[in-house]
């Protein structure tokens, strides 16, 4: 299983962290044996506002380093290949796109599986676009299985209700989605090294790992010797 560390930027510095520079920290990522990062301009995805320079010379400068994995609801085509040009290994197609089948579509014939995950929100089981607080007539799984169809591979699924909370992720949930042959990478509520180890269990690709890693609950080389356990 991968692990992805987050590196959430808000205001022009890192998100609930004491260090102010995101390249530096994601360089320290790599000193210690990431292989990936994942890159989130805040600002851009809550809709007040946006860090693109900054998030120009985060991606010209890590990918030297790391493969960046840049989530955030990114929601146009526009956006999208903005980050893919600017170096950006992967871009997570946002929910609210995903629901569109003809984006989706256009999107990986253009840019390929392999630079394209497909991130699936939820809500009480209900799929949810980021900054939403209802459900939409959808669940995670009918989503997952109509972006498999048009050719995705990767899916990044959040139980919202979870992210940020520190209460485990929803590892029901993306087993769901790993039963129909999709790479899920389970994001929101991880807080412990053994939350890491039950979404290895489940059969998941990967784990992004924001709070807890910045909090201190764990290192992030006591977290990449778990997963590679």
Do not use: K
Request: aromatic share 4%; hydrophobic share 50%; glycine share 12%.
């Amino acid at each position: 299983m991968e692990l992805y560390p987050a590196v959430d930027v808000q205001g022009g510095r890192v998100a609930r962290s004491a260090a102010r520079d995101p390249l530096a920290v994601a360089r320290q990522f790599a000193r210690t044996g990431a292989r990936w990062v994942h890159f989130v301009d805040l600002d851009r995805a809550l809709g007040t506002g946006d860090n693109r320079e900054l998030a120009r010379r985060f991606l010209a400068g890590a990918r030297e380093e790391l493969n960046v994995q840049v989530g955030g609801a990114l929601a146009t085509e526009t956006a999208i290949a903005e980050m893919l040009e600017w170096g950006a290994t992967r871009v997570v197609i946002g929910t609210r796109a995903a629901i569109d089948a003809t984006l989706v579509s256009r999107l990986l014939a253009r840019y390929g599986a392999d630079r394209l995950a497909v991130g699936i929100d939820a809500r009480n089981g209900r799929v949810a676009a980021r900054g939403s607080t209802t459900g939409m007539d959808l669940t995670p799984v009918e989503l997952a299985r109509r972006v498999q169809s048009l050719g995705a591979r990767t899916a990044i699924y959040t139980d919202a209700a979870r992210d940020g909370a520190l209460s485990g992720p929803d590892l029901d949930g993306a087993r769901t989605i790993v039963a129909l042959g999709l790479d899920v990478i389970v994001s929101g509520g991880v807080a412990s090294l053994d939350d890491l180890r039950g979404a290895a269990n489940a059969g998941l690709a990967g784990a992004i790992v924001g709070r807890a890693l910045h909090e201190g609950r764990f290192t992030l080389a006591e977290a990449l010797a778990c997963v590679a356990a």
